[in-house]
């Protein structure tokens, strides 16, 4: 596929940032640099946009978080095994107005951390 060069409006169109802070971007390296075209005038490659696009996204999917009464089901086990972590604090959970909420990553380390206790309730 050829490469594209893409012009401000569209890129501003594309990221949802604004002006301001797409430059702001450039300027500390967190956002690809623009190629000149003339004398007044410049583009950034379709490629490398597209590319920090889908790692904006890769980082908040990771970051995500889920309802903790959902947690016990993503990693095996029965609410009445998990509450005793939640209330030590062992498993980390924050609230969100009058939800309780687990970020997916600190669920699936601490999975990781007693995989073994989980397992043995499966069987």
Not at 76 to 94: A, V, Y
Request: proline share 4%; glycine share 8%.
């Amino acid at each position: 596929m050829a490469k594209r060069i893409i012009r401000l409006i569209k890129v501003l169109g594309r990221t949802g940032l604004s002006r301001s802070s797409l430059y702001a971007g450039v300027a500390d390296g967190t956002f690809p640099a623009q190629i000149p075209l003339g004398a007044r005038a410049v583009g950034w490659n379709e490629d490398e946009v597209d590319a920090w696009i889908e790692a904006r996204i890769a980082e908040a999917e990771a970051h995500a978080s889920m309802h903790i009464d959902k947690a016990p089901e993503e990693i095996g086990t029965t609410p009445e095994k998990l509450q005793p972590f939640i209330e030590s604090g062992e498993l980390l959970t924050f609230k969100v107005g009058r939800h309780k909420l687990v970020k997916k990553t600190v669920l699936a380390v601490f999975s990781k951390k007693h995989a073994a206790a989980f397992q043995a309730d499966a069987a």
